[in-house]
């Protein structure tokens, strides 16, 4: 009926639309007066069979080229008596994908906390058997790491390049290497 397309996890929603950006900015409002409409209807469906939509949890983006060349109108989208501003990155699943789709602040996000459980297995690695560190190097570090790591496909490798240190700093607190050793054979030994 709208042209929206609406995907569903569990009690994530996400609901798209694609528009043309041009100087006038009439395909944007096209788009989000479809969208608001849209919503505004799930709303009422949702009320009419008692679940509640929390507008305080709900979030928009508007992804584009940088190469584009018009940008997007900076107003807002309307959602029932609820303003929503556009947001530079939204989270979804635990995700962060931001407007250009660089995914810089996902992998940061990543890297912080695959480091920050990398130190903890660290300061106390010398109690560790190697199998005992290699399994925690895997659930703590690794799985960080995999989560979502099917977005990061086609990102350019200096992009990905934080990822890769701390893929060699986990090598090193398993294998015991230091950090001018050649980690190639490392990573070899533990795949």
Not at 21 to 41: I, K, M, N
Not at 63 to 78: E, Q
Not at 160 to 181: F, S
Request: proline share 4%.
């Amino acid at each position: 009926k709208y042209g929206v397309t609406d995907h569903y996890y569990a009690d994530e929603d996400q609901k798209y639309v694609s528009f043309h950006l041009t100087p006038d900015y009439s395909e944007q409002r096209r788009a989000f007066s479809t969208l608001s409409a849209f919503v505004g209807e799930t709303k009422q469906w949702m009320a009419e069979n008692r679940i509640k939509f929390n507008d305080s949890k709900s979030d928009a983006i508007v992804v584009y080229s940088k190469t584009s060349r018009c940008k997007p109108a900076d107003f807002p989208l309307a959602i029932g008596d609820a303003s929503i501003t556009p947001s530079d990155s939204v989270r979804n699943l635990g995700i962060t994908i931001d407007k250009d789709l660089t995914m810089h602040l996902q992998i940061n996000k990543t890297c912080r906390s695959a480091l920050f459980h990398l130190r903890r297995i660290a300061r106390i690695r010398k109690f560790l058997s190697r199998s005992a560190a290699v399994q925690l190097v895997s659930a703590l570090v690794l799985s960080h790491i995999d989560y979502g790591n099917s977005l990061l496909a086609g990102l350019p490798s200096s992009r990905l390049e934080p990822i890769k240190k701390v893929l060699y700093a986990a090598a090193r607190v398993v294998t015991g290497a230091r950090r001018r050793d050649a980690m190639t054979p490392h990573l070899r030994e533990l795949h």
